[in-house]
């Protein structure tokens, strides 16, 4: 079964740092290109960040460029956020989500996504 | 960024009934080369990550029961439960993946039973 487990959410203060990461199994991690995606308590979705399979090619959403950082450890089949210089408009959810293999390639939608990690920005 | 809108914000339906959540896009999502518009749908219960339904705007994701249906082009979508049941009470949104790695969600369509 493919799953995925986000890990490393909590409470910090504004300015503070937290890693979040997140445990795939089920499937060859190594092949899939994966996403941070986040949700603000009662709102949307809003993409924040993609590393592609290698970890050669990263993107970010405008709102975190800068201040968060996606990676990757293929050997233990994890992904990971840094976030940095964190504001209190970033408590949100955060889940993490595969990009599908398509025959037209590239990323597209999300699928699976994990169950996610709150992260709550507060004095 | 493609502004993805949706409507209407919230949607009640009786049971066995037909539910229609639209989804507009700022602009095309249709690629010409192709031929496919680049919009996803998503269900998402309360508590629960969200559940892919449909991509390729129309393509109903394996294991996704047939009264879920997806349809439009260019601009314009619609997802369409024929009969309404009681375990699709959730929100709904639409997704664009036709800016690669500036993806962008509609604002979601909560559906209750009326």
């Known amino acids: 079964e493919v799953q995925l487990v986000e890990s490393g959410g909590g409470l910090v203060q504004p300015g503070g740092s937290l890693r979040l990461s997140c445990a795939a199994s089920?499937?060859?991690?190594?092949?899939?290109?994966m996403n941070w995606v986040r949700q603000a308590p009662g709102k949307g979705l809003e993409w924040v960040s993609y590393?592609?399979?290698?970890?050669?090619?990263?993107y970010y959403a405008d709102s975190v460029k800068g201040r968060f950082t996606i990676s990757r450890d293929n050997a233990k089949n994890s992904l990971y956020l840094q976030m940095n210089s964190l504001r209190a408009e970033d408590t949100a959810v955060y889940y993490c989500?595969?990009?599908?293999?398509?025959?037209?390639?590239?990323?597209?939608?999300?699928?699976?996504w994990g169950q996610g990690t709150l992260v709550t920005v507060s004095s | 960024d493609i502004v993805m809108t949706q409507s209407p914000d919230s949607l009640a339906v009786s049971l066995g009934e037909r539910a229609t959540i639209n989804c507009k896009s700022s602009?095309?999502?249709?690629?010409?080369?192709?031929?496919?518009?680049?919009l996803a749908w998503y269900q998402q219960k309360p508590g629960q990550p969200p559940k892919l339904l449909i991509y390729?705007?129309?393509t109903r994701e394996s294991g996704v029961p047939d009264r879920f249906s997806g349809s439009g082009s260019g601009t314009d979508f619609t997802l369409t439960i024929s009969s309404l049941q009681a375990e699709d009470v959730a929100v709904y949104y639409c997704?664009?993946?036709?800016?690669?790695?500036?993806?962008?969600f509609g604002q979601g369509t909560k559906l209750e039973i009326k």
């Open positions: 590393i592609s399979s290698s970890g050669s090619t990263i």
């Open positions: 390729w705007a129309s």
């Open positions: 089920g499937f060859t991690f190594s092949s899939y290109e």
């Open positions: 602009q095309s999502v249709l690629y010409s080369s192709n031929n496919k518009n680049y």
């Open positions: 989500a595969r990009c599908p293999h398509d025959f037209w390639g590239g990323c597209n939608w999300f699928d699976p």
């Open positions: 997704q664009q993946y036709y800016s690669t790695l500036s993806y962008t």
